[in-house]
């Protein structure tokens, strides 16, 4: 039945305001004065559909989705395909961004039914809410022969659709709540899966696959933290490339800073122009660490102008972020079109340049007639920094020119901006900005992420737990498994970057103890959502725009566990239940592969945790004048050995570059006291201090710094601590 619709259906080539109006969804709300007579997703509908046994037409999408606006105005604005809608389906709205659990969900069963997906998703169920057939964006004629054939079908073999819609749906619910094998994941198995990724890497221009090309970030993320650990330079290649060309493209917003969600060639040229706050946390992350890791300029300066964008464009009023930017704006004739406020014609760049406007039109390939329908979207052949060396621009010169057309910019119709405040998207900038101000040396980041989750803390929390949304000064919709487990590691993060501030320590416990008690199956992968829908649960593994809920539950489960100083249970239990299905598909759970390597073995990067978290170490490398500097927090009541202890049975804290010892001038002197277990007075480090050290670069490869230490409390010492760090 299935193929039959299939090819059935494509033989050839594929007033008033409704219920939507009061709903708590600037998408929703686009969709108010369509003729078509929406429901929301609900009780209320599936019964009138099961009451009045009527098919049921599911269209999900999000606010600044282009191909969404076209389907609504092509289609749902359409009075003849309304009535075909009206009269034979009760059609609902999502918004994926509301209700991301419906939206996976809904995704997977295109997925299987089409064998991929995408946004607009449209669905059609049987009365009994059963899926049978999908689709994406649909032209109006190909839509109205989807909705007529259908209904037809459904008249004649109503039987065998419901067998197939039954058969699908017992698929679907099995595969959401698959149980996992236990299992264990090695060191090597890490290491082994990571290179196994960057085999799919387009070596030319970054990024995994053809087009369209997203930037996939926990995959990169995790691929990073492989680097970092191993010292693989081809982990730490695939990264840089990509992040290269990530920089050098259009999907770069090279005047006003920041990244749009994707692109639609290979080269990152040509982006898709919405602009969304996940992409600025995570793509904002990568370069951090990328900086951490290389020490490459235009990272850092990439990344500050990504946040400094956020600040500026996407701040709510009580300091969260807004969700997003739309693709499309009013042109210079007042029609809506995909990338109006961000192309530029000759003409345009010209005047708004200047005098100098020949040396940055060659700069960023602005020709007269330019490629994007005769007009130009700003990219570059090399970084920007690179760039502006061989063309011998000073970079203050070129800032100012950058200014000069943001500005020019802003005269223009402005996209619309999605002005939800979503609970997950906020928590990975608050933790991306807290980072941020430690290695960018920025602490009004710091000071804007304490403020946004101030916000969610007052706003999005009441005693029925955390919401999802906030919308037109309302919380609204219950928050999910990706909100608790991201929200709670934001606070940590807080927690990390700050001076010691321990409330946001409980607050993050708080977080985690609320999210167990409702979303956890003992010996299972969390539930996506506190109830059960309509399909059974869902135990999200695979990554999204953001990592999965389960490695966003795991990531906090076990950070928590490491600042506290404390053996856990949740964690371990909950990485046994994960560890083989995040191997099984490396390429879809990067985020879920990161949180089982942080479960494994702890933090690398910006920021390390030593002797249960009674020690926070941030490094920072020097490369023009070969130097390490590594900065120590320690937590109240506890210390470090110093390099040259008192007694023999303590160890003294060691660093080596490259097999070399640091010499010991570069220790700080040590404080001489007694701790309740010794009877002698001992040599410590205490309180913050920090370390410097010179180091010889060992060939063309990574340099290799050890650190070994031992930290003690007045009760005990704990057993010692040998890490590594890699510096190219």
Not at 21 to 46: I, K, R, T
Not at 127 to 134: Q, S
Not at 536 to 549: H, K, S, V
Not at 722 to 728: A, L, N, R, S, T
Request: aromatic share 10%.
């Amino acid at each position: 039945m299935r193929l039959f619709l299939f090819f059935l259906l494509f033989a050839a080539p594929l007033a008033a305001q409704n219920r939507l109006a009061n709903e708590a969804s600037l998408y929703l709300q686009q969709h108010a004065g369509n003729p078509v007579d929406w429901y929301p997703w609900g009780a209320e509908a599936l019964q009138k559909a099961k009451d009045e046994d009527k098919l049921i037409f599911v269209s999900v999408g999000y606010a600044a989705c282009h191909w969404c606006h076209v389907m609504e105005e092509e289609s749902f604005e359409n009075k003849d395909i309304a009535k075909i809608l009206n009269k034979n389906y009760f059609s609902i709205k999502i918004d994926r961004e509301r209700r991301p659990d419906l939206d996976e969900q809904f995704s997977l069963v295109t997925t299987i039914l089409t064998g991929g997906s995408g946004w607009p998703n449209s669905v059609f169920l049987t009365p009994d809410a059963d899926p049978f057939y999908a689709g994406t964006y649909f032209p109006p004629k190909d839509f109205t022969k989807v909705l007529n054939t259908i209904v037809d079908v459904w008249g004649k073999d109503r039987t065998e659709v419901e067998a197939e819609a039954f058969a699908l749906a017992s698929q679907m619910r099995e595969y959401l709540d698959q149980t996992a094998v236990l299992g264990h994941v090695t060191e090597d198995d890490f290491a082994n899966t990571a290179r196994q990724l960057i085999n799919g890497l387009d070596e030319f221009n970054g990024g995994f696959g053809d087009a369209p090309k997203f930037p996939r970030e926990p995959e990169l993320l995790f691929i990073l933290d492989q680097a970092l650990r191993t010292g693989d330079e081809n982990l730490l290649s695939a990264v840089t490339t990509t992040l290269d060309g990530i920089l050098r493209g259009g999907i770069h917003d090279h005047v006003g800073g920041g990244f749009h969600r994707y692109a639609v060639d290979p080269e990152w040229q040509v982006p898709h122009f919405e602009k969304m706050l996940y992409d600025q946390a995570l793509i904002g992350r990568l370069l951090l660490r990328g900086y951490q890791a290389t020490g490459n300029p235009d990272y850092a300066r990439a990344a500050q102008r990504t946040f400094d964008y956020v600040l500026r464009d996407m701040r709510a009023p009580g300091g969260a972020f807004y969700a997003a930017q739309d693709a499309d704006s009013l042109n210079a004739a007042g029609a809506s079109q995909e990338g109006a406020f961000y192309v530029w014609t000759y003409e345009e760049f010209t005047t708004a340049v200047g005098q100098q406007h020949e040396t940055y039109a060659r700069l960023f390939d602005v020709s007269e007639n330019g490629r994007f329908d005769g007009s130009n979207i700003l990219h570059l052949q090399e970084l920007p920094l690179v760039a502006l060396s061989e063309a011998g621009i000073p970079v203050a010169d070129y800032d100012k020119m950058l200014e000069t057309l943001r500005k020019a910019r802003e005269s223009r119709s402005k996209p619309i901006t999605d002005q939800k405040i979503i609970l997950s998207w906020n928590a990975e900038m608050i933790a991306t900005l807290a980072e941020a101000s430690s290695v960018l040396g920025r602490p009004d980041y710091l000071q804007a992420a304490e403020k946004a989750a101030d916000f969610i803390l007052s706003n999005m929390l009441d005693d029925t737990g955390l919401k999802r949304i906030w919308f037109q000064g309302q919380a609204d919709s219950a928050a999910q498994l990706p909100d608790y487990g991201a929200f709670g590691y934001a606070l940590l993060t807080l927690y990390d970057y700050s001076t010691d501030n321990r409330q946001r320590l409980l607050q993050a416990q708080q977080i985690s103890d609320d999210m167990q008690a409702r979303f956890a199956d003992k010996g299972k992968a969390m539930r996506m959502t506190e109830t059960v829908g309509p399909l059974g649960p869902f135990r999200p593994l695979d990554d999204t725009e953001i990592a999965g809920g389960n490695a966003q539950a795991l990531r906090l489960l076990d950070g928590l566990d490491r600042r506290r100083a404390r053996i856990g249970e949740a964690a371990p239990v909950l990485a046994a239940s994960l560890a083989i299905d995040g191997l099984n598909r490396p390429a879809s759970r990067g985020g879920l592969l990161h949180a089982l390597t942080l479960q494994a073995n702890g933090p690398v990067g910006t920021l390390r945790l030593s002797s249960g978290g009674a020690v926070r170490i941030f490094p920072f490398a020097d490369r023009a004048n070969r130097r390490i500097t590594l900065k120590f927090r320690l937590a109240q009541g506890w210390h470090i050995n110093a390099h040259k202890p008192l007694e023999d049975y303590l160890i003294g804290m060691e660093i080596m570059a490259n097999a070399t010892p640091a010499p010991l001038a570069s220790y700080p002197a040590a404080e001489i006291k007694k701790l309740g277990f010794s009877a002698k007075p001992l040599a410590l480090y205490e309180q913050n201090f920090s370390q410097t050290f010179s180091y010889e670069p060992a060939g063309d490869g990574p340099t290799k710094i050890s650190l070994t230490l031992q930290a003690c409390n007045d009760q005990v010492c704990l057993p010692p601590d040998d890490m590594v760090f890699w510096v190219w």
